[in-house]
C-alpha cells in the first residue's frame, strides 16, 4: 500500500514539474515571438526611412550674368529680387547644349528642384563678387529624379515618372560626377511642403514639443492634486462615489470624443484658436487626466499605512503628512503613471483632426498660440500622398517620433530613479 502510494506521488511529481516545464517554455516563447515582431516591425521601418536620410545633388557650373540677372545695379535689395530662374535655366542648357526644342527643355528643367533658384539667389548673396562671373553651386534633385537614383544603379526604367531622354542626361550627368549623395538636413531642419524633397518634420516635432508641454504644464499637478484629494483627504460618501466612477469611465472614452469637445466647447464656446499647440494641449490633458489620476491614486494607496501613523504620531497635520511623506514616497509611481499618460498623448491623432491640427501649415511655431501640427498628424498626411518620395518621409517621421518617445521616457525613468525612496 504504501509502495503504491509513493508511486503515485512519484508519477504526480513527474507530471506536475513536465506542465510546469512547458508552461515555462511557452513563456519563453511567448516572449521571443513578441520579441520578434517588433524588432520585425522596426527593422521594416528602418529599412523604409533610411533614404530619406540622404539627398542627391546636381553641380551646376552658374553664370551670373548681370543680364540674366536683370539688375541694373549691385544692390542688395535688386539683387533679392533679380530673376534667378533665367540664371538657372540658362545655366543649365549650357551644360546641355545638345537639347533643343521647348518640350525636352521643359522636361530638363524638371530635373531640378523648385527650391534650386533660391539655391542660386543664396549663394550669390553670399558672396556678391561672383556677378559677372561663374560659381559651382550644388541644387537639390527633384524627388523622381532622387527616387530614380535611390532605387536603380542600371539606370533602367522601373515605373518612376522619368523618360527615357530624363534618364539618359541623368546617367550622362551621373557618369560625369556631377550627382553627388549627401546628407538630407532638410528633413530635420525645414517644415513641410508640398515637393517630397523639401519636406521636412522641423515644424511637426516644434509643435508636438509645444504641445506636450502643455500638456504636461496642467495634467501633472491637476492629476496628482486629484488622486491625493481623493486618496488622503475626500469623505467617503456618495459624491465621492460617483466622481471615482466618471474618473474610471473617462478612461475607457475614445479618444476623437475629447476632440469633439474641444471643438465644440473650447473652440466654438471659448473662442480660442484652432490648430494650436494650445488647444491641443488642452485637449491632451482632458485625455491624459483619468490615466494620472487612477495611476497616482494606486500608488498613494500603495504608501504603508505605517508611515501615516508614524507622522501623525509624531505631531504632524494631515497636510504635512501627505505632502511630506505619503507624496514622496509615491512619486515614482506617479511618475510611472504619467509617463503613460504622456505616450498616450504623444501618439494620438484623432482628438487633434477634430481640433484643425491636420492643415498644412509650413512655417515652424514660436509658441503655443502659434499654428502648427503634431508628429501623428504630419505621419498620417504623408502616409496619404501619392508621391513616391514621401514613403520613406513617412518611415523617417516614425522614427523620429519613436525617438522622441524614447527621450521622454529616459528622462522620466530618471527622474523616477532620483525620487524613488525604499521603505
Given amino acids: 500500500m504504501n509502495r503504491t502510494t509513493t508511486e503515485k506521488v512519484v508519477k504526480s511529481l513527474k507530471q506536475r514539474h513536465r506542465k510546469e516545464k512547458l508552461f515555462k517554455a511557452a513563456g519563453f516563447a511567448s516572449v521571443c515571438f513578441g520579441f520578434l515582431l517588433v524588432l520585425t516591425l522596426i527593422s521594416d521601418i528602418v529599412i523604409k526611412a533610411t533614404p530619406a536620410f540622404h539627398q542627391h545633388w546636381l553641380k551646376l557650373e552658374i553664370d551670373y550674368q548681370q543680364e540674366w540677372l536683370g539688375v541694373d545695379s549691385l544692390d542688395y535689395e535688386k539683387l533679392e ?6 540664371v538657372l535655366r540658362r545655366s543649365i542648357l549650357a551644360m546641355m547644349p545638345e537639347v533643343s526644342g521647348r518640350q525636352d527643355k521643359r522636361s530638363l528643367y524638371k530635373l531640378v528642384s523648385n527650391n534650386a533658384e533660391f539655391t542660386v539667389r543664396d549663394a550669390l548673396l553670399k558672396s556678391p563678387e561672383f556677378i559677372g562671373k561663374k560659381k559651382n553651386v550644388w ?10 537614383l535611390k532605387e536603380n544603379t542600371e539606370f533602367s526604367q522601373t515605373g518612376i515618372r522619368i523618360s527615357e531622354k530624363q534618364a539618359g542626361w541623368i546617367e550622362q550627368w551621373y557618369n560625369n560626377g556631377l550627382i553627388d ?9 525645414s517644415g513641410d511642403s508640398r515637393e517630397p524633397e523639401l519636406a521636412g518634420v522641423r515644424g511637426a516635432l516644434t509643435g508636438t514639443m509645444w504641445t506636450m508641454l502643455v500638456t504636461l504644464i496642467l ?13 488622503e483627504f475626500a469623505p467617503s460618501n456618495r459624491f465621492t462615489d460617483f466622481i471615482e466612477v466618471n474618473i474610471n469611465n473617462l478612461a475607457a472614452v475614445p479618444s476623437i470624443v475629447f476632440g469633439l469637445l474641444g471643438l465644440a466647447v473650447i473652440i466654438n464656446l471659448f473662442g480660442m484658436p484652432r490648430s494650436t499647440p ?3 494641449g488642452v485637449v491632451l490633458t482632458l485625455m491624459t487626466l483619468p490615466t494620472i489620476i487612477i495611476a497616482s491614486r494606486a500608488s498613494i494607496k500603495a504608501v504603508p499605512p ?17 505632502f511630506g511623506h505619503v507624496l514622496p514616497l509615491a512619486m515614482p509611481g506617479i511618475i510611472t503613471g504619467t509617463i503613460i499618460g504622456m505616450a498616450q498623448a504623444l501618439g494620438e491623432t484623432a ?8 492643415a498644412f501649415i509650413v512655417d ?21 500622398s501619392p508621391e513616391r518620395a514621401f514613403l520613406a518621409k513617412t518611415s523617417a517621421a516614425i522614427l523620429v517620433l519613436l525617438t522622441f518617445l524614447m527621450m521622454m521616457n529616459t528622462l522620466a525613468a530618471t527622474l523616477r530613479r532620483k525620487f524613488e525612496k525604499r521603505f
Fill in 81 to 86: 529680387s533679380a530673376d534667378y530662374r533665367k
Fill in 139 to 148: 541644387v537639390m534633385l527633384d524627388d523622381d529624379v532622387d527616387s530614380y
Fill in 181 to 189: 549623395k549627401q546628407w538630407n538636413t532638410e528633413f530635420l531642419t
Fill in 219 to 231: 495634467s501633472f499637478p491637476l492629476g496628482v492634486a486629484a488622486a491625493l484629494y481623493l486618496e
Fill in 278 to 280: 494650445l488647444v491641443g
Fill in 306 to 322: 505605517s508611515i501615516r501613523e508614524a507622522a501623525l504620531g509624531l505631531g504632524a497635520s494631515k497636510m504635512q503628512v501627505a
Fill in 351 to 358: 482628438p487633434l483632426l477634430m481640433i484643425g491640427m491636420v
Fill in 364 to 384: 515652424v511655431p514660436m509658441g503655443v498660440t502659434d499654428a502648427s501640427t503634431v508628429m501623428p498628424v504630419q505621419i498620417y498626411l504623408w502616409a496619404d
